[in-house]
């Protein structure tokens, strides 16, 4: 197949999980298909990066978008009563492109990710396939609930406007694709269960056990800029910790990854370490005894559980990660929705290493026999040859 991919933003570097997922499925598409990329960027993308992702495309058109036009584009749909960040993600420099390289491509099939692409292939007459990734408006409701004041009423709008959205998808496309059963149940329509789940998978050749020296207690890392990860950072940091702390008070905390806002900046104390972007990941969940994901807002397959597992760290998390997860309560994962529930798992992990390495082996078992992205890969290319074939038949 011809495989025209359409993204809000270009795959690489790896530090969300919306490049992670999209850079992977290429990867497995191009094995047996020509793949041609096309995507947005509000910023300069390094050569290196392209570089990283060039073996795997025929041909790549990248258009950056000036913030400034995008803006301009997020208050019309406010003004039009349409999604926020479809506005942001559009222009009209952005469509004209997209639809001279689709005309130039001339695909067998467009596979687009997440909302904020309709809003360049929804016109067009081929075949297309959309990945929904998760359920944006469920994750915006979520958090949502976690806000006040103008922030609030701006999530409380995206909301709306995500469900509307996400509700016309079915009209518009020929297949839909979505990383979880949870996520395909809170899309707000009655066929919901036709949305293929696709996975996202681990790179195990790449995330495996390492030896290191263990400088840190408990590890949370993710892409700090993200209010899902600034909640769970506040969570951990401000009410489970010192519960943990009454009990063993030399306990550490690192918070790992890009970008850390201000809120999270100001967690940082004696005990807990803020480290921002760390060149490799792996040194971070090397150098702890107990991967914590205290998931508070936020949808979707939470990548840095499944890293976390491979790399075979005892994890703990909330009833919201592990929905997508689907690990084996107090056998795989443990789960704790309060404060007291997971401070207490935290400080039985941190008192019983036997207990620990038994739960890190049940994980890593676990991730390694069902999270591959050659497999995840496979039911992909199996959804945009059926919508081929569907269309040939014509």
């Given at each position: 197949m011809k495989i025209l991919v359409v993204l809000p933003r270009f795959p690489y570097p790896l530090e969300k999980g919306d490049k992670l997922r999209a850079y992977y499925q290429i990867k497995e598409l191009s094995k047996h298909n020509e793949v041609y990329l096309y995507c947005v960027s509000h910023t300069k993308v390094l050569p290196e990066h392209i570089d990283a992702v060039k073996p795997y495309c025929k041909e790549i058109?990248?258009?950056?978008s000036p913030r400034l036009v995008n803006y301009k584009n997020v208050v019309r749909n406010y003004l039009h009563t349409k999604s926020l960040q479809m506005g942001y993600w559009d222009s009209?420099?952005?469509?004209?492109a997209y639809k001279a390289f689709e005309k130039k491509v001339e695909p067998d099939v467009l596979y687009s990710q997440m909302v904020r692409t309709m809003p360049l292939v929804s016109r067009s007459l081929r075949p297309k396939v959309m990945d929904f990734q998760d359920a944006m408006s469920m994750n915006c409701e979520r958090r949502m609930e976690k806000s006040r004041g103008l922030w609030h009423y701006i999530l409380h709008f995206e909301f709306k406007m995500l469900r509307s959205t996400e509700y016309n998808s079915f009209k518009i496309f020929d297949a839909l694709t979505i990383i979880s059963e949870p996520d395909s149940e809170a899309i707000p329509h009655k066929q919901n269960g036709d949305i293929h789940i696709?996975?996202?998978?681990?790179?195990?050749g790449y995330f495996a056990p390492m030896e290191r020296e263990k400088k840190y207690d408990i590890l949370f890392c993710g892409n700090m800029s993200y209010e899902p990860n600034v909640h769970a950072s506040q969570f951990l940091a401000q009410e489970v910790m010192p519960l943990v702390w009454k009990e063993m008070p030399e306990a550490t905390l690192l918070l790992a990854g890009a970008s850390p806002k201000r809120e999270v900046r100001k967690l940082e104390s004696d005990k807990v370490t803020v480290s921002g972007y760390v060149d490799d990941i792996r040194e971070s969940y090397a150098s702890a005894h107990i991967?914590?994901?205290?998931?508070?807002?936020?949808?979707?397959l939470q990548n840095k559980l499944l890293e976390a597992m491979a790399m075979m760290l005892?994890?703990?998390?909330?009833?919201?990660?592990n929905a997508s997860l689907?690990?084996?309560e107090g056998r795989q994962v443990l789960v704790g929705d309060t404060a007291q529930a997971f401070a207490d798992h935290l400080i039985t992990l941190l008192r019983n290493p036997e207990r620990r390495d038994q739960l890190a082996l049940e994980g890593y078992n676990y991730v390694n026999d069902n999270f591959s992205w050659e497999k995840a890969g496979e039911k992909l290319e199996a959804v945009l040859q059926s919508v081929v074939n569907k269309e040939s038949k014509r």
């Amino acid at each position: 197949m011809k495989i025209l991919v359409v993204l809000p933003r270009f795959p690489y570097p790896l530090e969300k999980g919306d490049k992670l997922r999209a850079y992977y499925q290429i990867k497995e598409l191009s094995k047996h298909n020509e793949v041609y990329l096309y995507c947005v960027s509000h910023t300069k993308v390094l050569p290196e990066h392209i570089d990283a992702v060039k073996p795997y495309c025929k041909e790549i058109c990248l258009v950056r978008s000036p913030r400034l036009v995008n803006y301009k584009n997020v208050v019309r749909n406010y003004l039009h009563t349409k999604s926020l960040q479809m506005g942001y993600w559009d222009s009209i420099k952005s469509r004209k492109a997209y639809k001279a390289f689709e005309k130039k491509v001339e695909p067998d099939v467009l596979y687009s990710q997440m909302v904020r692409t309709m809003p360049l292939v929804s016109r067009s007459l081929r075949p297309k396939v959309m990945d929904f990734q998760d359920a944006m408006s469920m994750n915006c409701e979520r958090r949502m609930e976690k806000s006040r004041g103008l922030w609030h009423y701006i999530l409380h709008f995206e909301f709306k406007m995500l469900r509307s959205t996400e509700y016309n998808s079915f009209k518009i496309f020929d297949a839909l694709t979505i990383i979880s059963e949870p996520d395909s149940e809170a899309i707000p329509h009655k066929q919901n269960g036709d949305i293929h789940i696709i996975p996202n998978g681990v790179d195990f050749g790449y995330f495996a056990p390492m030896e290191r020296e263990k400088k840190y207690d408990i590890l949370f890392c993710g892409n700090m800029s993200y209010e899902p990860n600034v909640h769970a950072s506040q969570f951990l940091a401000q009410e489970v910790m010192p519960l943990v702390w009454k009990e063993m008070p030399e306990a550490t905390l690192l918070l790992a990854g890009a970008s850390p806002k201000r809120e999270v900046r100001k967690l940082e104390s004696d005990k807990v370490t803020v480290s921002g972007y760390v060149d490799d990941i792996r040194e971070s969940y090397a150098s702890a005894h107990i991967f914590a994901a205290p998931m508070q807002t936020g949808s979707g397959l939470q990548n840095k559980l499944l890293e976390a597992m491979a790399m075979m760290l005892p994890c703990v998390t909330t009833s919201i990660a592990n929905a997508s997860l689907y690990a084996e309560e107090g056998r795989q994962v443990l789960v704790g929705d309060t404060a007291q529930a997971f401070a207490d798992h935290l400080i039985t992990l941190l008192r019983n290493p036997e207990r620990r390495d038994q739960l890190a082996l049940e994980g890593y078992n676990y991730v390694n026999d069902n999270f591959s992205w050659e497999k995840a890969g496979e039911k992909l290319e199996a959804v945009l040859q059926s919508v081929v074939n569907k269309e040939s038949k014509r």
